[in-house]
């Protein structure tokens, strides 16, 4: 009987010693998490190139004078890294490609040269974003985790235009009528951000997640300001995947202080993110 006592006890005290040896892992402890996305967003963008000496003072609203659309859709993906129980990285890319074709009803100046009214526009703005960041949890319990974030914002962005119509050159008085007129800019800007982000699980399925992160920064010839902010919620079908959305607000502005031109862009947009999810 004392044999089979002991027999009947080793396997219970055989489960507890392995628990205490590997304790359960929270679901907010997964060490790695990738999101992949798209986005529907209210855009309005717009240039400007400025001289140094102030001659030129060109301001483009893509939306208003060049006839792209208010509505953009892209994608994005995101993969975070947990170091260590309160570290982890995160690394997102996303871009926006946005066209236009437009027979333009205003005169439009860049760089001085003035596109007379009634002239065919076509254009094009392309923008690659890379978004690191690194995020501490200085408040970690098994349902919730509030981090600070410090992080590198990098975007490169190419504004092209191409027409054919009438032009008036910097320093002339009569147009011109060219088939051939083209235009261009590029703005590559590393910006750095901080900010705040939060994750609480309602239960194994639910989780509310939120963030922000704001910058006002001069760094060489580089001025930058950055507002964003987030609040969605996640539904975790299974252990690993889920499905994710969010309400996102950002506003950006970016001027190069170039030797000859000033450029800046800026752009806002508010709008709609579903992504999935797996965490592991």
């Known amino acids: 009987m004392m044999y089979q006592a002991k027999r009947t006890l080793r396997l219970p005290l055989l489960v507890i010693v392995c628990l205490a040896a ?3 892992k929270s679901d907010l402890d997964e060490t790695y998490k990738l999101t ?54 995160s690394l997102l890319y996303t871009r926006f490609n946005r066209t236009s074709e437009v027979t333009s009803t205003t005169d439009v100046e860049i760089g001085g040269n003035i596109i007379k009214a009634g002239a065919y526009i076509g254009s094009s703005a ?11 949890s200085f408040f ?42 083209q235009a261009n800019q590029r703005l590559v800007a590393p910006l750095p951000l901080i900010g705040l982000t939060l994750a609480y699980e309602i239960n194994d399925s639910w989780r509310l997640v939120a963030g922000a992160r704001f910058f006002d920064v001069t760094i060489s010839d580089i001025d930058g300001y950055i507002f964003s902010s987030n609040l969605g919620a996640e539904y975790y079908f299974t252990r690993h995947f889920g499905l994710g959305a969010k309400l996102a607000v950002f506003n950006l502005s970016v001027k190069h202080n170039g030797v000859v031109f000033t450029n800046t862009i800026t752009y806002e947009y508010s709008g709609a993110q579903l992504y999935l999810t797996y965490k592991y």
């Open 36 to 89: 992949i996305g798209g986005l529907v967003t209210d855009f309005e963008t717009s240039l400007r190139i400025n001289s140094r000496d102030n001659s030129i003072d060109d301001k483009i609203v893509l939306e208003d004078d060049l006839g792209f659309d208010n509505e953009v859709r892209s994608a994005w993906i995101r993969g975070n890294w947990r170091m260590a129980p309160r570290h982890r990285l």
């Open 140 to 181: 970690k319990r098994p349902n919730i985790e509030l981090g600070v974030t410090a992080g590198l914002y990098w975007m490169n962005t190419v504004f092209e235009l191409a027409a054919s119509g009438e032009v008036i050159f910097e320093g002339e008085t009569e147009p011109v009528f060219r088939t051939d007129y």
């Open 22 to 24: 590997s304790p359960v």
């Open 126 to 136: 392309r923008t690659h974003l890379f978004d690191i960041e690194y995020m501490y």
